[in-house]
């Protein structure tokens, strides 16, 4: 069986991805903590997402560290502070060198324990610089290079939106992961960007939200 490291956030994308990959491979999902104000509720809800999941091929999570706040300073996801509002442009979501940082650790960490591959839950959508698949195509190649150590970068779902995940995989518990920059007691605060994108997916999806949300949109 294949061995496959699956960066896995907590959000919707993520444990979609987790779960595809836990199909056909034996997966060890990594996470990355960076002093983000969200990362305690996104923790909470990967653990609820594992344990309903029930996948044999599913090992036991690995949590990694990379502070940003030194990199980042005052910036919205280290301090809670001007969150990116519904109706934002997508730039306003930016964070510079995230998929850097994610995948370069995840894969400094698969080149001591034998994995070959890193996963990212990178959607098509997705406009930035570090989520290209010539991006990924480069780092991999460069990590393989410096780490003396065979390293793929996967982004299974570079071609696939929000919706199509939503409509493929309605029989996961998608309830319980993540995908919100202000949580509120583990709830998805409903007001921030990235509620608005969610709630939107599932809409134009046609699959019920079993989502909780703390307040919904105005």
């Known amino acids: 069986m294949n061995t496959v490291a699956v960066l896995t956030s ?4 993520s444990c979609v991805l987790l779960a595809d990959m836990a199909r ?14 969200w990362e305690d ?6 653990d609820r997402f594992i344990a309903a999941l029930d996948s044999p091929n599913v090992r036991p999570l690995v949590e990694l560290s990379a502070p940003m706040r030194p990199i980042y300073g005052d910036h919205w996801s280290t301090t809670g502070v001007d969150v990116p509002k519904p109706g934002d442009a997508d730039d306003a979501v930016f964070m510079p060198g995230r998929n850097i940082v994610l995948i370069g650790l995840a894969a400094v960490w698969c080149s001591t324990r034998g994995v070959n591959a890193v996963a990212i839950g990178s959607l098509g959508g997705n406009p930035f610089p570090d989520a290209t698949p010539e991006f990924f195509d480069a780092y991999g190649a460069a990590l393989s290079r410096g780490l003396g150590h065979k390293i793929e970068v996967l982004a299974p779902y570079r071609g696939r939106t929000k919706i199509d995940l939503i409509r493929e995989n309605n029989h996961l518990p998608l309830e319980l992961s993540l995908t919100c920059m202000t949580p509120v007691d583990s709830l998805h605060c409903g007001q921030c960007q990235k509620c608005e994108e969610r709630i939107d997916a599932f809409t134009a999806a046609g699959v019920e939200d079993r989502t ?5 949109l105005t």
């Open 10 to 13: 907590g959000g919707l994308d």
């Open 24 to 37: 056909n491979a034996e997966v060890w999902p990594i996470y990355v903590r960076a002093g983000l104000v």
């Open 41 to 46: 509720e996104e923790r909470r809800a990967i």
């Open 212 to 216: 909780e949300y703390a307040a919904l």
